[in-house]
């Protein structure tokens, strides 16, 4: 079972919709969670952080966190174009110090 | 400068070479973090230094030497490597925490590295 899983995409969504993007994660111990957005051929930047179940909003952003079911998402609304990217689910593992694991992303493609 | 700075950006080598790659971070963080991008495949992570000490090696290869002489520095070098090496190295930094409010990384720009 992969650590952390994402489906790669892509995910293609019309200008103005919401942009549902999912996770999950193999380590039961795990209490904080982070979505990147990675444009291709820069690194990643961080979005949002999540560390109580629950919703969790910035703007158009919303991150949601069900650590029962082990799943987190991303929520974005009234999607751009400019939102067009690889976003990336990071879990901070437990049982060791700073090991923060990557899903592979999905990739998102906003058009006009 | 402030940030994440990691040098050089492009380097190719061959398998015989040595060469080190080097990051520095001007935020005040304590922990630093080599991770490998490969196209089409998860970042992977590498080592994780925490006040200057080595606390993860995910099963890495030998090849690869991680050195980091302070919370602001730190350092990979290379030796023998072989063409499927040939990936996006990214160095990262954050606040050394653990559980719960782990802090978020911030990375360099990275270093793309080429194998002959």
């Known amino acids: 079972q992969k650590e952390v899983e994402q489906n790669s995409g892509p995910l293609s969504v019309p200008e103005g919709a919401i942009a549902s993007l999912n996770c999950t994660y193999s380590d039961r111990g795990s209490q904080s969670f982070f979505w990147y957005r990675q444009y291709s051929g820069k690194s990643p930047e961080l979005i949002m952080s999540?560390?109580?179940?629950g919703d969790k909003e910035d703007g158009r952003f919303t991150a949601q966190l069900n650590k029962a079911s082990q799943y987190v998402s991303l929520l974005i609304r009234d999607s751009q174009p400019s939102d067009s990217a690889t976003y990336l689910c990071?879990?901070?593992?437990?049982?060791?110090?700073?090991?923060?694991?990557f899903g592979a992303g999905t990739r998102l493609a906003v058009h006009p | 400068e402030t940030g994440v700075t990691q040098t050089p950006r492009h380097l190719v080598m061959g398998m015989t070479n040595k060469k080190s790659l080097k990051c520095e971070q001007h935020?005040?963080?304590?922990?630093m973090y080599w991770y490998k991008q490969s196209a089409k495949k998860p970042l992977e992570l590498m080592f994780v230094?925490?006040?200057?000490?080595?606390?993860e090696n995910n099963s890495v290869p030998s090849r690869f030497s991680p050195e980091c002489p302070n919370s602001s520095h730190l350092f990979l070098h290379l030796h023998t490597l072989q063409p499927e090496d040939s990936a996006l190295y990214l160095c990262a930094s954050s606040e050394a925490t653990t559980g719960v409010g782990g802090s978020p990384l911030h990375f360099g720009n990275g270093t793309r590295l080429t194998v002959t």
């Open positions: 999540i560390y109580s179940n």
């Open positions: 990071a879990v901070l593992f437990s049982g060791g110090y700073n090991k923060l694991i």
């Open positions: 230094y925490n006040f200057k000490e080595q606390t």
């Open positions: 935020l005040g963080h304590n922990a």
